[in-house]
């Protein structure tokens, strides 16, 4: 069976993105945007809310860049993506389906049956994915900045048992924390 992950790169107070819905803070250096891409490079299928899918949907015809971006972008679009909005009628990206909400049942047995792992991007999508006990591992790389205010990491109302298994500093002052979710299983 594969895992359920969700990787987010957060403010120091926890935000994804500050009052103003900015993440320009966010991006990566180099040394950060190699790691995130071995982070993601097991990942089969990637699943999206709309809006973290209108924010990812522009690695699909990203222009050529530094080669760690180029392999982010190959990355992406080698990835199933599976969208769930209500409100949004088309994909513009290869590879993507769109569902019109978040069905637990759907997504465990799209766990069962696939041989990569998926993961969940967005914090209110994870939000519903930690709740039904999906999520198996949570990557966060905390960027050393304070935002104040905005969209958090994990939205309000979501709990769950962590085990730190690892753990990674950067030299811009970035640090990766890899946590094990504890989902009631009986191998945990």
């Known amino acids: 069976m594969s895992r359920l992950v969700y990787s987010v790169i957060a403010s120091l107070d926890g935000y994804v993105s500050d009052a103003a819905g900015n993440f320009d803070w966010a991006a990566p250096d180099p040394e950060v945007h190699a790691f995130v891409n071995e982070l993601e490079r097991p990942i089969g299928t990637y699943l999206y809310g709309r809006r973290m899918y209108e ?5 699909e015809t990203m222009p050529g860049g530094p080669p760690v971006v180029e392999d982010y972008a190959a990355i992406w679009r080698g990835a199933d993506k599976v969208v769930y909005s209500r ?4 994909v513009s990206s290869a590879r993507t389906r769109l569902e019109p909400e978040f069905d637990a049942a759907a997504v465990r047995e799209l766990k069962q049956g696939s041989e990569r792992d998926l993961s969940v991007g967005g914090p209110e999508l994870a939000g519903h994915a930690l709740r039904a006990g999906l999520v198996d591992d949570c990557h966060l790389l905390v960027v050393p900045v304070l935002v104040g205010s905005g969209s958090r990491a994990f939205s ?10 690892d753990e990674r500093r950067f030299g811009n002052g970035t640090l990766h924390l890899h946590y094990r979710v504890d989902t009631g299983a009986p191998d945990r």
Do not use: H, I, N, R
């Open 87 to 90: 409100t949004l009628k088309t």
């Open 156 to 165: 309000d109302g979501t709990s769950a048992a962590l085990e730190l298994v």
């Open 55 to 59: 924010t990812m949907k522009a690695w």
